[in-house]
């Protein structure tokens, strides 16, 4: 007899907030603060959502667009910081004034 | 305890699976009751403090104090203090006792039963003033134990500090820190076990506490320490992941707890893949669940008094066969043939995937000597043979193919039925013991050692 694997209806909402908040993690990562609390809402939501041995797939998804999200946003806050640290005391200030 | 941390956690978070909404509800609701108890206390502080000032503005100044006035309607600082402390002491009651509802409401779902809300609230109908003088004792010991160091600091400072309370201070609190852990590790179970079963004693409780953990302390502080990953990972979020991160330590710890007592749902340890309602196969039990047949056909799951095949029972000689109902189950066998007919049904092969027909032997009826069997005529009623008649054979062109029908099955939807737990408590049955039989020793006659003769 060939047997199948049976699935179930996949209710996992763990897995799809994870989702969701990891891709408005990518999309807020402009702001400082926003892709690092999604990001980092999002991994804690895909981690959570593990109810196999394996993770869901939209689990992944968030899983990923959490850490990307949060690097994102580490490297807009780095590029912040230092372009107002070299607007402050480096020769690029001195453009603001004319 | 046999479960790895792994799987404990796996556990937790299948058993809050379809509880989240009740467990962040019930923190929601306790943020909420927390907060209003400092809006309280503060508005209470800041009362009496102005109500000091301006009694002593008044006191300095001489001026006449506006108490009447005051937003505190004339209150005195001492009536503000007194209810500032008892409003601090009604918000640690309060406080205390709906940690010790989330700890209830833990342990129901790490137990595999649904979260209520209402749960938060578990420990004001149950025994509450057991829990605020367990806590009020535990307070006690931790300042007795604690204070020590409080004075060797004091003394320390007054005496400019010295090189020795240093040194004690340093020694104190290394040994301090260890045997308090050592005590809480020992002791992590009381709380727990209280909230299980609130009408047990505190010493019952203390040393079953201490019997669970023995040779479990270890595995109990690294189960604590793994969550520290998780933790610094939620602090990114500015404390929004706590909402899920605390009922899940919660749910691993009393996880912990059913782990040591052994008593963890089996439907935990089943994928929720296996255990979920999944459409036509819910109301098969997880491990006999068939799965699908090739060719895209599912078997019939047996519907109730259709399985076995019903037994008919053997025509009476004579009377008319009963013909097959259309969609009937088993599959319609031939009419039965008359008494004396001839030649004998053939029956239809059976189909593949179909059950077996049960085989029905034609009854027969009582041969006379001498006689043989006539063939039937169409509606004709069976004609009795006839004695000293000569046989006749039988015809080919009156033998009738029996047709086969199909049967038609009809699938009906099976209801999911939640299987229900009930827990039971164990019965500890005193082992028997039975007396050796005593039997006397056989006496050989000891042979003589070869050689001797």
Same mark, same amino acid.
């Given at each position: 007899?060939?047997?199948?694997?049976?699935?179930?209806?996949?209710?996992?909402?763990?897995?799809?907030?994870?989702?969701?908040?990891?891709?408005?993690?990518?999309?807020?990562?402009?702001?400082?603060?926003?892709? +690092?609390? &999604?990001?980092?809402?999002?991994?804690?939501?895909?981690?959570?959502?593990?109810?196999?041995?394996?993770?869901?797939?939209?689990?992944?998804?968030?899983?990923?667009?959490?850490?990307?999200?949060? &690097?994102?946003?580490?490297?807009?806050?780095?590029?912040?910081?230092?372009?107002?640290?070299?607007?402050?005391?480096?020769?690029?200030?001195?453009?603001?004034?004319? | 305890?046999?479960?790895?941390?792994?799987?404990?956690?796996?556990?937790?978070?299948?058993?809050?699976?379809?509880?989240?909404? #009740?467990?962040?509800?019930?923190?929601?609701?306790?943020?909420?009751?927390?907060?209003?108890?400092?809006?309280?206390?503060?508005?209470?502080?800041?009362?009496?403090?102005?109500?000091?000032?301006?009694?002593?503005?008044?006191?300095?100044?001489?001026? *006449?104090?506006?108490?009447?006035?005051?937003?505190?309607?004339?209150?005195?600082?001492?009536?503000?203090?007194?209810?500032?402390?008892?409003?601090?002491? +009604?918000?640690?009651?309060? &406080?205390? %006792?709906?940690?010790?509802?989330?700890?209830?409401?833990?342990?129901?779902?790490?137990?595999? *039963?649904?979260?209520?809300?209402? /749960?938060?609230?578990?420990?004001?109908?149950?025994?509450?003033?057991?829990?605020?003088?367990?806590?009020? %004792?535990?307070?006690?010991?931790?300042?007795?134990?604690?204070?020590?160091?409080?004075?060797?600091?004091?003394?320390?400072?007054?005496?400019?500090?010295?090189?020795?309370?240093?040194?004690?201070?340093?020694?104190?609190?290394? %040994?301090?820190?260890?045997?308090?852990?050592? +005590?809480?590790?020992?002791?992590?179970?009381?709380?727990?076990?209280?909230?299980?079963?609130?009408?047990?004693?505190?010493?019952?409780?203390?040393?079953?506490?201490?019997?669970?953990?023995?040779?479990?302390?270890?595995?109990?502080?690294? &189960?604590?320490? #793994?969550?520290?990953?998780?933790?610094?990972?939620?602090?990114?979020?500015?404390?929004?992941?706590?909402?899920?991160?605390?009922?899940?330590?919660?749910?691993?710890?009393?996880?912990?707890?059913?782990?040591?007592?052994?008593?963890?749902?089996?439907?935990?340890?089943?994928?929720?893949?296996?255990?979920?309602?999944?459409?036509?196969?819910?109301?098969?039990?997880?491990?006999?669940?068939?799965?699908?047949?090739?060719?895209?056909?599912?078997?019939?799951?047996?519907?109730?008094?259709?399985?076995?095949?019903?037994? *008919?029972?053997?025509?009476?000689?004579?009377?008319?066969?009963?013909?097959?109902?259309?969609?009937?189950?088993?599959?319609?066998? *031939?009419?039965?043939?008359?008494?004396?007919?001839?030649?004998?049904?053939?029956?239809?092969?059976?189909? !593949?995937?179909?059950?077996?027909?049960?085989?029905? /032997?034609?009854?027969?009826?009582?041969?006379?000597?001498?006689?043989?069997?006539?063939?039937?005529?169409?509606?004709?009623?069976?004609?009795?043979?006839?004695?000293?008649?000569?046989?006749?054979?039988?015809?080919?062109?009156?033998?009738?193919?029996?047709?086969?029908?199909?049967?038609?099955?009809?699938?009906?939807?099976?209801?999911?039925?939640?299987?229900?737990?009930?827990?039971?408590?164990?019965?500890?049955?005193? !082992?028997?013991?039975?007396?050796?039989?005593?039997?006397?020793?056989?006496?050989?006659?000891?042979?003589?050692?070869?050689?001797?003769?």
């Amino acid at each position: 007899m060939n047997e199948q694997t049976v699935h179930p209806k996949d209710d996992n909402s763990m897995a799809l907030g994870s989702m969701v908040v990891g891709i408005l993690s990518i999309v807020t990562s402009c702001c400082c603060c926003g892709g +690092v609390i &999604l990001g980092s809402l999002a991994v804690v939501l895909a981690c959570l959502s593990r109810v196999e041995t394996y993770f869901d797939k939209r689990a992944k998804i968030g899983l990923t667009c959490g850490i990307i999200g949060m &690097l994102l946003s580490l490297a807009a806050c780095v590029v912040i910081l230092v372009y107002l640290a070299a607007s402050s005391f480096g020769p690029v200030g001195s453009g603001f004034y004319y | 305890m046999d479960i790895k941390r792994s799987d404990l956690k796996l556990y937790a978070r299948r058993s809050l699976q379809g509880n989240w909404g #009740s467990v962040i509800g019930a923190t929601l609701i306790c943020m909420g009751i927390t907060y209003l108890f400092v809006l309280a206390l503060d508005a209470v502080l800041f009362a009496a403090l102005g109500s000091g000032v301006k009694t002593l503005i008044g006191i300095f100044s001489a001026a *006449q104090p506006a108490a009447a006035a005051s937003p505190t309607g004339g209150l005195s600082v001492g009536t503000l203090i007194l209810i500032l402390v008892i409003l601090y002491f +009604v918000y640690l009651v309060v &406080l205390l %006792l709906m940690s010790v509802g989330y700890q209830r409401l833990y342990l129901d779902v790490a137990s595999g *039963q649904k979260a209520k809300v209402t /749960t938060l609230f578990w420990a004001f109908a149950h025994k509450p003033w057991k829990f605020v003088l367990i806590s009020v %004792l535990i307070a006690l010991l931790e300042g007795i134990t604690a204070a020590p160091v409080y004075i060797m600091s004091v003394a320390a400072a007054l005496s400019g500090g010295s090189g020795f309370a240093a040194a004690f201070l340093l020694v104190y609190e290394i %040994l301090f820190i260890i045997i308090y852990a050592y +005590v809480l590790l020992t002791f992590s179970q009381f709380y727990l076990i209280l909230v299980e079963d609130p009408e047990k004693g505190i010493f019952e409780a203390l040393s079953e506490s201490q019997r669970l953990m023995k040779g479990n302390r270890w595995k109990y502080f690294v &189960l604590q320490l #793994s969550f520290i990953g998780i933790l610094f990972l939620g602090a990114f979020s500015f404390g929004l992941a706590t909402l899920w991160l605390s009922p899940y330590m919660g749910c691993t710890l009393a996880l912990f707890y059913l782990a040591l007592k052994g008593s963890v749902p089996e439907k935990l340890k089943r994928s929720p893949a296996q255990t979920a309602p999944t459409g036509s196969y819910a109301s098969y039990p997880y491990q006999e669940r068939p799965v699908a047949q090739q060719g895209g056909s599912y078997p019939v799951p047996p519907q109730a008094g259709s399985y076995p095949p019903p037994v *008919q029972a053997p025509p009476q000689p004579g009377s008319a066969p009963v013909p097959p109902q259309a969609g009937s189950y088993p599959p319609p066998v *031939q009419a039965p043939p008359q008494p004396g007919s001839y030649p004998p049904p053939v029956q239809a092969p059976p189909q !593949p995937g179909s059950y077996q027909t049960p085989v029905q /032997t034609p009854p027969q009826p009582p041969m006379q000597p001498g006689a043989a069997p006539v063939p039937p005529q169409a509606d004709a009623a069976p004609v009795p043979p006839q004695a000293d008649s000569a046989p006749v054979p039988p015809q080919a062109d009156e033998y009738q193919e029996p047709v086969y029908k199909e049967p038609e099955y009809e699938y009906q939807e099976p209801v999911y039925k939640e299987p229900e737990y009930e827990y039971q408590e164990p019965v500890y049955k005193e !082992p028997e013991y039975k007396e050796p039989e005593y039997r006397e020793p056989e006496y050989r006659e000891p042979s003589d050692p070869p050689g001797q003769q």
